[in-house]
Nanobody, 117 residues
């Protein structure tokens, strides 16, 4: 079993920045892809960014150039640096870790990001 703990969400003004962190613990064994998704009430969860074990990144078009995903495998942690935040970035952000002896998807508990003036 893998446990994920997210941190770093909060309230920020438009144009501001936040950094999300997600640390994995437990029977991690091996971590493959790590990523961030977001979900608004009544909507489907959508991809924000992912990073493979080789460091290959994928971003949603809406966040390209503003968000940066990174990982620290020594700490089993994935980060999401969010700059130039917009009102429409307001959502609950969930981290995803694909890991384990047999690859499985593990989700964080979610952290609220609110962009408001």
């Amino acid at each position: 079993q893998v446990q994920l703990v997210e941190s770093g969400g909060g309230l920020v003004q438009p144009g501001g920045s936040l950094r999300l962190s997600c640390a994995a613990s437990g029977r991690v064994f091996r971590i493959y892809t790590m990523g961030w998704y977001r979900q608004a009430p009544g909507k489907q969860r959508e991809l924000v960014a992912t990073i493979s074990s080789d460091g290959i990144t994928i971003y949603a078009d809406s966040v390209k150039g503003r968000f940066t995903i990174s990982r620290d495998d020594a700490k089993s942690t994935v980060y999401l640096q969010m700059n130039s935040l917009k009102f429409e970035d307001t959502d609950v952000y969930y981290c995803l870790v694909v890991g384990g002896r047999i690859p499985e998807n593990y989700w964080g508990q979610g952290t609220q990001v609110t962009v408001s003036s």
